[in-house]
């Protein structure tokens, strides 16, 4: 099996930064690619960024300028650098990783339970 625990989430003023980080243990051969989704409350998930095994970056547009994916893939860990936070950012972030368990099987999506992150105006 695979975990995901993710830290660093809280409560920020609008303006302010957060860092998010996501650590993926277990049963793991390597990652494809790993990122962030949020969900704001009565919204449905979105794609926030991701970033490949090899170091290309997505960002949705909403967060381009603001927000920094990296990862460190020694460690299997990915964080999130959040800047210029406004209170459209609030929601519960969740780390994903698309993991190969062992050589030669399919990549499966795996999931953390998510960070809340609230931003006050």
């Known amino acids: 099996q695979v975990q995901l625990v993710e830290s660093g989430g809280g409560l920020v003023q609008a303006g302010g930064s957060l860092r998010l980080s996501c650590a993926a243990s277990?049963?793991?051969?390597?990652?494809?690619?790993m990122g962030w989704y949020r969900q704001a409350p009565g919204k449905q998930r979105e794609l926030v960024a991701r970033?490949?095994?090899?170091?290309?970056?997505n960002y949705a547009d909403f967060v381009k300028g603001r927000f920094t994916i990296s990862r460190d893939n020694a460690k299997n860990t990915v964080s999130l650098q959040m800047n210029s936070l406004n209170p459209e950012d609030t929601g519960v972030y969740y780390c994903?990783?698309?993991?190969?368990?062992?050589?030669?099987?399919?990549?499966?999506?795996?999931w953390g339970q998510g960070t809340q992150v609230t931003v006050s105006s």
């Open positions: 994903y990783a698309d993991v190969r368990v062992r050589a030669g099987v399919r990549t499966t999506l795996y």
């Open positions: 970033i490949t095994s090899g170091g290309t970056t």
């Open positions: 277990g049963s793991i051969f390597s990652i494809n690619f």
